[in-house]
């Protein structure tokens, strides 16, 4: 989603309120009090590992579960009080559950048929008309779903959960089934269908790199609880917690305690200088991480003799002990002397016209201290 797209979402109305809402099945607290506000035509990712309470969140809105504490009110109505059939809410499933006997118009059409009060066949017709021609598959209409891509077959199913006009559009790993191309293609293509429509939704994945692409803001999910809530740009660049950073992307994440206001015993060559706004007190236990690309990487004694390191620096030397080749960069897995990996990303056009370092080479790792991100959980 674009910036002017994030903004706007910022600014909207809390439309969805979910309220302190928890889960439990036998022994297992699958939803632990989770809070959140979304606004009006936001386009929300739920993200987290398998089993963290994301896809229970989604079938407590669909009304499929039922929550044991909190509310969930959708446009001021407590959705406690009305039942799935009623809600003005419908979801997409993963395995997209068309109807294999009827045709593509006639799986659109099935949910419209049951609308109280009755829709009239004009009605129903000219309304699967407008759906299959939003996704580009009126041609398909007298086709069965096993005559179909997968990619069609996932527009069809997004056409029958769009039809019957909800208020929130519930999405459950909506593009797991296609392969990498097609789903890369696909998350720009449905995020315009959502756009365009004008419904709220709710992305349930476990792909981060989906989450980003298609949503305006992404709550981050793990053991049942909702870890940080942002836009894709603060998810990614200010992480509020090692999960978070772990989780989303790589990163090299340096435990240690503060010590004369540097990083102290994090598996580093010196202490590590913290950024100037890290607030720290001195013996507080804390983690820095550091991105992959926030790493540089030169040939080691490149420098120049006799010029010290800035004073907001980390450098130290290694050796290569991985190297993955990704075309436009390559990631390299640098051992330290202590035996600590350092991953760093670095553009293949880095090294210019001299043969690239390969394993076995010794380099110079470095990061500035404000590149790196303090955290203390």
């Not at 809070?35 to 993200?47: P, V």
């Not at 001299?354 to 790196?372: H, I, K, N, Q, S």
């Amino acid at each position: 989603m674009d910036q002017a797209g994030e903004k706007g979402a910022a600014n909207r109305r809390a439309y969805l309120r979910i309220e302190g809402v928890t889960k439990r099945f036998d022994d297992t607290l699958a939803v632990d009090e989770v809070s959140l506000e979304i606004g009006e035509r936001e386009i929300f990712a739920l993200l987290g590992s398998s089993g963290c309470g994301k896809t229970t969140l989604l079938r407590m809105m669909a009304g499929l579960e039922t929550p044991d504490a909190g509310r969930i009110v959708l446009d001021g109505e407590n959705l406690a009080e009305v039942p799935a059939h009623r809600r003005p809410t419908n979801m997409m499933f993963q395995s997209y559950a068309l109807f294999p006997h009827m045709t593509v118009e006639a799986n659109v059409a099935f949910g419209l048929w049951q609308e109280r009060p009755r829709l009239t066949r004009a009605e129903v017709e000219a309304r699967v008309a407008e759906m299959l021609d939003l996704v580009q598959m009126q041609r398909y209409a007298r086709r069965k779903p096993h005559e179909l891509s997968g990619g069609q077959q996932q527009r069809v199913a997004l056409a029958r959960s769009l039809a019957k006009e909800p208020k929130l559009l519930l999405l459950d790993e909506p593009l797991a089934a296609l392969d990498k191309k097609i789903r890369q293609r696909t998350q720009l293509e449905l995020v315009n269908l959502i756009e365009r429509v004008g419904v709220t939704c709710i992305l349930v994945t476990h792909d981060q790199e989906e989450a980003m692409t298609m949503a305006g803001r992404i709550g981050v999910m793990n053991e049942g609880r909702l870890l940080q809530v942002g836009t894709p740009g603060e998810i990614y660049e200010t992480p509020d917690c090692r999960f978070t950073a772990e989780f989303i992307g790589e990163a090299n994440l340096f435990h240690g305690r503060v010590a004369d206001g540097a990083l102290a015993g994090a598996d580093f060559p010196a202490a590590i200088v913290l950024p100037p706004e890290a607030g720290l007190a001195e013996g507080d236990e804390a983690w820095v991480s550091v991105r992959p690309e926030r790493v540089s990487l030169s040939r080691a004694g490149a420098a120049s003799a006799g010029v010290s390191e800035p004073a907001d620096c980390n450098a130290a030397t290694g050796e290569v002990a991985d190297i993955a080749y990704l075309g436009s960069h390559s990631v390299y897995h640098v051992r330290l002397a202590n035996g600590r990996i350092v991953i760093a990303s670095v553009p293949s056009v880095h090294w210019g016209d001299a043969p690239p370092p390969t394993w076995g080479d010794v380099l110079r790792v470095a990061w500035f201290a404000p590149d790196g991100v303090v955290l203390t959980r």
